[in-house]
């Protein structure tokens, strides 16, 4: 019986030009997280499901995740997300450490999805997190690396926006000027976040199965429409609503001149525990594609389900999967077919091959990236390879007067130049410059 | 109740410090195996366990492996090693790529260990692989690969060499010279395996169980005192070994001077199933940390549960644990405990508070790591916060004259420069040179 040769249902295999791609975006996620001073961390596969359930609730946790029972009577699952772990973590360490905190990790994540396009089971995130910033200033920080890391592509804000809204907001909608109990909160929330994947129609009647008083509704509906930043500072003044932090990020952000990323949008109100301030979602403003990137928020209170006291943070969850459509939708993604190597050396007669992987050797220890042809090849199928390959340089060591010489082809310019195999310096140069 | 902080039991946590030295090992990796033109690939993080079941057998798979029945009753593992997702993806491409294929991966892996030094629970490990590569010269290209990554960490041949021996050596042992049966090879195999960690009685003593013929005894204890490279050319001499591609590397490995790195050894013959050729171990000289580092070999049959064509491999895995033991027993690890971090920039007077921020960005997209300070500080406590945190230079903005200006210190000359908000670029220059 022959095996399965398909990946496991909903994960990738990552051949090498994929693999490529990944670790581009990987390297991109790394260098904007080092431009704004953030240290890199990571923890393990397994947590205990309770680490979870603290943070996201049964529901989550039933619904989504990979959990088992591992040989020791513990109830353990493979990471669903990063933010528990990153929660128990700087609950270990944060009273000894200088703030603000600034961490980031690219982390595999496995959830328990039906496979769509944009969706599969394992993926990478890219969490960027800070603690115990100056109010305001972590929100201007974090908003600021979103851009920068996007802009690090070639992005501008005519393909994405960052759409905000506050969670002092919405809750200040809901308990004052809607005078919801805990539980229609709950499932206003859930509506709102919904909004925008249903018809007109089908948001007014879910809306109708919540809120009956009629100065009420029309309060909301006035909220659903507010459009931009002009419209939501009226709004928070003509109501009264203690939305202080969220005006002075605005301006802040005016201040940046990162206003013409942000989009004000109250139908962002994310999960209903967790966020506490401000929070966003990173939008692809291309036609095909019109999706969230990312999110994240401000949140007060993770580290309560340790007992410890509050440590306010700011953070978001970007994947590699909707990156990648993001850029590709773009045109932002280079070409990733052929791998990066410097030289291909060869020989056509067998008596050189040794030579081949000797000069080769000499060429690494020079920090030059070179693929050693391991067994001679026929004249006319050396440049052939070497092109299909995606070589610029290949080095062919033949005998000349009954001693070898290494003939090295630039297969653009068509140029040919002769070296001893002791010029390994010398070959590099030529290529380099 | 508080949530428990520690990591899952054999699993670790990353924080900054030792997340940098984990991607410092892993750009090492990166790094040795594109200058000998490896291609990177990745897998997906659950298989299901018939799989490893197909190349480990049962053993191996019960006692070792994660392993749970997913929602769609899919009976699957969370990788305990990266060669059966190697075969399956080289399984799916082998006939329409050109040959050798080079491809090389840094995945997590997870055993169900009992925790102890070198060994936890999840690990990362380096695979580098060669498929059909000429005989005798991947061997080669390996063992060179293998040489250059320890030595980009500055250790050479005092510090650690690659044992080496060959199953065809082995097997003729076993079938021809010592006569044994399946059976009796199989249990030979594990007490020669053992050989370097029982005392001399001990082993006699399980080899008497299996060998009673006093002229077998003989030939096998003359095996395993087999001390050099010249020793094992006489032994297959005078029994007629067939092992020429073993001594073709072994005199391949001298000319291209790899011979000083390498030493015969009897008792490396690594798993009974799966290896076929050339088998090594690489093995740390401290006294403090006699152990393998790493360990591979050259297989001939790693395709056959897909039912295809047979293609020969060279490997190896080394994981990061025993790796990081290893240079750290030889004291070649640097100090990781300053974050690589090129400015810090901070004021005295709130007034300043977001220009920090905005100089902070500007330098960024000029490629300056830069760490704003987000809250003015007091005069007195930058330069001893800054130091604390590893920066070589600070970028104070105060005001002067009524306009802000930037005061930037070199923390190590303790020289002082003055720029306006908006000369970036010429801080820069004074920072970097």
């Known amino acids: 019986m022959a095996l399965n040769k398909k990946p496991y249902r909903g994960c990738r295999d990552f051949y090498p030009e994929n693999m490529r791609i990944r670790e581009y975006l990987f390297d991109q996620m790394k260098n904007s997280a080092h431009l704004f001073g953030y240290e890199p961390y990571d923890g393990p596969l397994l947590e205990e499901v309770e680490l979870y359930k603290a943070k996201s609730g049964e529901e989550l946790i039933n619904d989504q995740i ?13 990471r669903p997300e990063m933010t528990p ?30 496979p769509q396009r944009g969706r599969v089971r394992e993926h990478w995130q890219f969490n960027v997190d800070i603690f115990g910033a100056a109010e305001g200033k972590g929100e201007l920080e974090i908003l600021s690396l979103i851009r920068d890391f996007l802009k690090s592509f070639g992005a501008d804000h005519s393909m994405f926006s960052i759409r905000i809204n506050d969670r002092m907001i919405v809750d200040h909608l809901m308990n004052q000027l809607l005078k919801l109990d805990e539980d229609s909160s709950y499932k206003l929330y859930k509506i709102i976040d919904r909004a925008s994947k249903v018809t007109t129609e089908k948001l007014n009647q879910m809306i109708d199965e919540i809120i009956t008083d009629s100065s009420a509704k029309s309060i909301l509906n006035q909220y659903l429409g507010l459009d931009s930043f002009a419209a939501i500072k009226t709004f928070i003044k003509e109501n009264n609503i203690p939305a202080e932090s969220f005006l002075n990020i605005v301006s802040g952000a005016e201040e940046l001149e990162l206003l013409n990323y942000l ?21 692809d403003k291309h036609p095909d594609n019109k999706r969230a990137i990312a999110g994240g928020g401000a949140y007060a209170n993770l580290l309560k ?18 990156l990648k459509d993001f850029l590709e939708s773009h045109g932002l993604l280079g070409d990733f077919s052929k791998k990066n190597c410097d030289l291909f050396v060869v020989t056509t007669e067998e008596e050189h091959e040794l030579s081949v992987i000797k000069l080769a050797n000499e060429l690494r220890t020079l920090g030059c990236k070179t693929e050693a042809q391991l067994e001679k090849l026929k004249f006319n199928k050396i440049f052939k390879l070497a092109e299909q390959k995606g070589f610029s340089h290949v080095a062919m060591i033949e005998s000349k007067d009954n001693s070898p010489q290494v003939q090295l082809r630039d297969l653009k310019t068509r140029e040919i130049q002769y070296f001893s195999l002791e010029q390994a310096k010398d070959i590099l140069k030529a290529i380099k410059g």
Do not use: C
Request: proline content about 5%; aromatic content about 16%; cysteine-free.
């Open 305 to 322: 389900i340790f007992n410890e006291e509050p440590l306010g943070g700011i953070g978001f969850g970007l994947g590699d999967v909707t």
């Open 66 to 78: 990979y959990s088992f029972t591992d040989r020791g009577e513990r109830f353990v699952a493979i």
């Open 85 to 114: 772990t990153l929660a128990r973590m700087v609950a270990n360490i944060h009273r000894q450490e200088s703030k603000p905190i600034r961490w980031y990790s690219i982390p595999n994540l496995m959830r328990y999805e039906k």
């Open 263 to 283: 989009e004000y949008d109250p139908a962002i109100v994310r999960g209903l525990d967790y966020y506490t301030g401000l929070v966003f979602e990173i939008f």
